[in-house]
């Protein structure tokens, strides 16, 4: 009912210079979609920026830059929504508003390669109300920010999209990790660690145990075992995923930085990355440093869980099932022979990215502004 009244609103004006960003899911003003944000308030200050968000409290920093951040789910949202030119979104929408004839929306998505399964593949619908609710939550975006060839074929298949224009762009949030010397010590800085060498362990979320598999990690083994190997003082920092609201952890010499807002800040201070089925495997891959995965239950998390895409079954990094296996790897594994592995694996994914994403998105924005008009 909600949705068919907003027919009678169609003679509200879509406003072509208003940009609505929304995130369901995140908190802070971060992630591909800050990236496109900023680089256009820098580009072109005439633009109306909106942010909508569940956690305003947490984007300080985009008020500062000037953007007008909005609690999801009010009167202010639904309004600057409807009336937007453009919408822009790192995952779903808000399945209560319709999508009006007029309104470019463009998905900037939060992974460049999708190692675990997602949408139709990775969700069974038994009810059928969830499955419509799934559908209008997932509109067919008019552009969508792929970060690999096999992103964009498989997000067709999981989403059932069809006439989408995938940008052969890459992702945003990589363009840092291009640089020719990425400004490294921001997060050691800030955590007080500025002489140790970093471990970064960053698992994916998993639907049946609130997506925790650190008790099956010794951290003072691994960081023992990384000292004994290459030398220096070692520590852990852990980073859970955004849909994981318990991160205690137990051990010696771990910071949990899931509160920290940049995760490619952290990347950029990681020296050695381990996860399981994450895609921030992918973008950590573009420094060609160490990653190992960590899959004590990848027989569990395939039949229970999301299991994994073809690309995540072709995972060129080290795989470790038990803490032993984990610990062989660290003290033994050549990583200079995974550089190669690493650059096939990119080009039989048809990795998109180059360092220009951002120039490439915004310039596409600004285009469809211009040609709207107001």
């Known amino acids: 009912m909600f949705r068919y009244s907003q027919r009678l609103l169609e003679w509200l004006p879509c406003k072509s210079s208003r940009i609505c960003f929304v995130t369901l899911t995140r908190k802070g ?92 593949e990775g969700i069974s619908f038994e009810d059928p109300l969830m499955k419509k609710i799934f559908e ?50 921001k997060v050691k800085r800030f955590y007080g660690i500025e002489t140790k060498n970093v471990i970064l362990y960053a698992p994916t979320f998993r639907e049946q145990n609130d997506s925790r598999v650190i008790d099956g990690i010794d951290f003072e083994r691994l960081t023992k075992a990384a000292r004994q190997r290459y030398g220096g003082e070692w520590t852990v920092l852990y980073r859970a995923h955004y849909f994981v609201q318990d991160t205690a952890l137990y051990g010696k010499n771990v910071i949990d930085v899931s509160g920290y807002e940049d995760m490619q800040e952290i990347l950029i201070d990681t020296d050695l990355l381990i996860s399981d089925y994450s895609s921030c495997m992918w973008d950590y891959s573009f420094l060609r440093r160490p990653i190992i995965v960590f899959a004590p239950d990848e027989r569990d998390y395939c039949e229970r869980e999301r299991g994994l895409t073809a690309a995540g079954k072709k995972m060129p990094y080290p795989k470790a099932a038990c803490m032993k296996e984990l610990i062989e790897i660290m003290e033994n594994h050549d990583f200079t022979q995974d550089v190669g592995k690493i650059r096939e694996h990119h080009r039989e994914m048809g990795a998109f990215d180059t360092g220009n994403a951002t120039k490439c998105i915004t310039d596409l924005i600004i285009s469809i502004v211009n040609e709207k008009g107001e």
Request: one cysteine or more; charged letters at 25%; glycine letters at 8%.
């Open 29 to 120: 003003y971060v992630d591909n979609m800050r990236c496109v944000a900023q680089a256009l308030r820098e580009r072109r200050r005439d633009l109306e920026i909106v942010w909508i968000t569940k956690y305003p409290e947490t984007c300080g920093s985009a008020l500062d830059s000037g953007i007008k951040v909005v609690l999801y789910h009010t009167v202010k949202h639904f309004y600057l929504q409807f009336t937007s030119g453009i919408i822009v979104s790192d995952d779903s929408l808000y399945h209560g508003l319709i999508r009006r004839k007029g309104q470019v929306y463009l998905n900037v998505w939060h992974g460049g390669i999708n190692y675990k399964r997602l949408g139709r």
């Open 136 to 185: 209008l939550k997932n509109p067919e975006p008019d552009y969508m920010v792929a970060g690999s060839r096999f992103f964009a074929e498989n997000m067709k298949s999981a989403f059932g999209f069809d006439k989408t224009v995938f940008l052969e762009s890459g992702l945003p949030r990589n363009d840092v990790l291009f640089h020719d010397t990425p400004p490294r010590g």
